[in-house]
């Protein structure tokens, strides 16, 4: 096994791996490529968080108060909302937000 991983330019880790793959999704599938692209998205917001990061934002909009992503997230914590996205999240959904909302 060790020469026959040399010859093929792969560790033994991979031969493992698609001998894994292969027996458990049958040889075919082992030598098809698989998607790269993960499961989930771990910086995407869960809809009802940024649906409240949005109201908040509109909220203090309206105010009149100061109503960026800091102040959204302090505001939120504020309000003992729970979890409270990170300013980056924040900053990432509400500009994304203002691009749809305008005309």
Excluded at 23 to 41: K, Q, V, W
């Amino acid at each position: 096994m060790t020469t026959f991983c040399l010859e093929h330019g792969i560790s033994r880790e991979t031969f493992y791996a698609i001998r894994r793959r292969a027996a458990m999704e049958g040889p075919a599938a082992a030598l098809e490529p698989r998607s790269r692209r993960p499961n989930h998205s771990p910086g995407k917001l869960p809809e009802d968080i940024a649906a409240q990061a949005v109201a908040v934002w509109a909220a203090l909009e309206q105010s009149g108060l100061d109503h960026g992503p800091i102040s959204v997230h302090e505001k939120m914590r504020a309000l003992g909302m729970e979890p409270v996205p990170s300013t980056a999240s924040l900053v990432k959904h509400l500009s994304t937000h203002r691009k749809r909302k305008q005309p």
